[in-house]
């Protein structure tokens, strides 16, 4: 086993404990909760590595570094997650390998995404993207829809063609009501998934929490938890 494999299986193993242990405090089976492996700035070589120990979920946030790596990585069997906030100039790129994303924030951005998985002859997985440090009707400050717009937006995921409506995604806000509040956010979250499934049973899922609060997301009920700086490690900027 080399260096980086070892390294990265023994940051999963620890990962895997700490997502097994908040499932038996929270009174919940472990394979109720899914990870995402959250793989921006690392190589494709990472992402081979992580298939071969079990990983089946992966995720990037940006187009230009997400795309070339899904298309060095297409002979594995991964389900991309495209997490970050999502230029319209970008949907064409990001519908050929994603097969969820999970940043759907705005009207104009399903109708573009529903227009490219049509052309492409694709079926894309979508989560709204909640802002819980915005106003009910505003944007959140690294993107995401206010909880006052989760269910029109919601509707028109469902009725689009070639979308599939998951369910919520949303991130701990820095800003607001739920600054440092992350259990509270995650269950305001799970209150609204609850009003989206009540009109779209099958939207049931829920991505929450990331490597410093993936226990208060499995607490409250999230079905995904996207760690990436737990697994992987903390990357060294450039420059």
């Given at each position: 086993m080399t260096d980086r494999k070892a390294q990265l299986a023994g940051n999963l193993a620890k990962v895997e404990e700490r997502i097994a242990a908040a499932c038996v405090a929270a009174g919940r089976k472990r394979e109720e909760v899914t990870l995402i492996v959250v793989t921006k700035t690392y190589p494709a070589d990472d992402?081979?590595?992580?298939?071969?120990?079990?990983?089946?979920?992966?995720?990037?946030?940006?187009?230009?570094d997400a795309a070339p790596k899904a298309e060095a990585c297409s002979d594995l069997p991964l389900s991309w997650h495209f997490v970050g906030q999502l230029q319209t100039n970008k949907v064409r790129s990001v519908v050929g390998y994603a097969d969820v994303v999970q940043s759907v924030d705005r009207a104009r951005l399903v109708t573009a995404l529903s227009k490219e998985a049509v052309r492409q002859e694709r079926?894309?997985?979508?989560?709204?993207?909640?802002?819980?440090?915005?106003?009910?009707?505003?944007?959140?400050?690294r993107g995401g829809v206010?909880?006052?717009?989760v269910e029109e937006l919601a509707g028109l995921v469902a009725g689009a063609p070639g979308l599939r409506l998951d369910g919520l995604m949303t991130v701990a806000p820095l800003t607001g009501p739920y600054a440092g509040r992350e259990l509270a956010a995650f269950e305001r979250l799970m209150d609204l998934s609850t009003d989206v499934r009540s009109a779209h049973p099958a939207a049931n899922m829920v991505s929450a929490g990331m490597s410093a609060d993936l226990e208060q997301a499995v607490a409250a009920g999230a079905t995904h938890v996207r760690v990436g700086t737990a697994v992987l490690g903390v990357r060294p900027r450039l420059g």
């Open positions: 992402v081979r590595i992580l298939s071969q120990l079990g990983v089946r979920h992966v995720a990037e946030n940006r187009d230009q079926e894309l997985g979508c989560l709204i993207q909640v802002a819980l440090d915005a106003d009910e009707t505003g944007r959140g400050e206010g909880t006052g717009g």
